[in-house]
């Protein structure tokens, strides 16, 4: 039988706070939870009959009386709360230990050395929310010419610039020598070009986002499914995330519908392999921004989404569903939020039961599912056979 393996991550979607989460300031926070009590419960159907409901309590989605799929938390083993630990986590790689964040801005050093690669002084250097930055510093930007630097509470190094002043592909340029240059003790995350465009009062962000992720320190499952012969496909930021290892093609994803359509074509034109997913709008779109409507209609369309392929499931396939940490708009902050992922798994023959365990879980089921053995010395137990 041909298997496939198809993981796809709700961005953000956490489901309730991890034991440590009052650690990194988010004691009691609950993405999908706090969400549904704000805008009257949730409207999530394939979902609720998948057993969403089941992981934890969230209003408009009760418990399936019969849960079409695994579910369950899954929890990080190692430190951090963003997309760049909670993907490595899903496929195997725990962190050796928290990156370095800046929560006072680059440090003198960090800067000359930036300032040197950009060619001049930058703007802003301190933690700012991404449109914010582009909303306050903008105007300036396009007089001066002066790219934009700013980070997060997360471990991560983020340029802006117009479109007008720094074309797309010299942004990109640009923050692939500032990745290189930033080696240990700054061996940031992520370093993120944030391309914008309009004009002052109007600003946008293009869809020309790239990540530089910093790579993975260890062997991941996915390096173990290319090397057993799996083929290995990334659709949106994931091959990002990875520096691109243990990735044969890379899919665009910089939208949901983006991400979806790639999916879908996958599903038609994929005979064996694995596809790793990320749907990103209930993060960067709407999570930091607090926009709950527009969080609740990006689920509402990945649940139609998950629907279409739940019904396309064929013989020898597994659809596994996830996220990867959380963006409690609860929270006072507009970062991450340090929680569980919740799990569903389904496909024929998967036999529906409660499932905890770390996130690892996922990437050892898929190298389980496609090559009939484990991966030894990695983490991770499968939760299917």
Known sequence: ???????????????????????????????????????GGLDLPCLEALGLGCVTAIAGV????????????????GPGKDSTS????????????????????????????LEQLAGGPLLCNRPYNGITAIEHFGG????SGRPILYTSQDSVLQVAAHDAVLPEPELHALCAQIRAAMTPPHAVGRVIARPFTGEAGAFRRTGGRKDFAVPP????????????????????????????????????G?????????????????????????????????????????????????????????RGLRDGDLLV???DHGVD??????????????????????????????????????????TGKDAPGLPGTPFTT
Not at 140 to 143: K, M, T, Y
Not at 261 to 290: C, P, W
């Open 1 to 39: 039988m041909r298997r496939r393996v198809f993981v796809v991550v709700l961005d953000a979607c956490g489901v309730g706070a991890l034991p440590d989460a009052a650690d990194y300031g988010d004691a009691g926070t609950n993405t999908l939870g706090h969400l549904a009590e704000r805008v």
């Open 62 to 77: 009760p418990p399936a009386e019969a849960p079409a799929a695994v579910h369950g938390r899954l929890h990080p083993v």
């Open 86 to 113: 909670g993907h490595w986590e899903l496929m195997g790689v725990v962190p050796p230990g928290a990156p370095p964040t800046y929560p006072d801005g680059f440090p003198p050093d960090v800067v000359a050395t």
């Open 140 to 143: 300036e930007h396009l007089r």
């Open 217 to 252: 320190p260890a062997t991941s499952h996915l390096d173990v499914l290319r090397k057993r012969g799996v083929p290995v496909h990334a659709v949106g930021k994931v091959g990002d995330l990875f520096a691109g290892r243990g990735i044969d093609r890379q899919h665009a």
């Open 254 to 310: 910089a939208t949901n519908a983006d991400a979806v359509a790639n999916v879908d074509r996958l599903f038609d034109e994929m005979g064996s392999g694995f596809v790793f997913a990320n749907l990103i709008e209930t993060d960067q779109v709407y999570g930091h921004r607090k926009d709950r409507e527009g969080f609740h209609r990006a689920l509402r369309e990945a649940d139609a989404a998950i629907a279409s392929w739940r």
């Open 321 to 323: 569903i996830t996220a």
């Open 329 to 370: 708009m609860d929270a006072e902050h507009t970062d991450h939020t340090r929680e569980y992922a919740f799990l569903l798994a389904l496909g024929p023959g998967v036999v529906p039961r409660r499932h905890d365990g770390p996130l690892a879980d996922v990437g050892a089921t898929a190298v389980r599912w496609l």
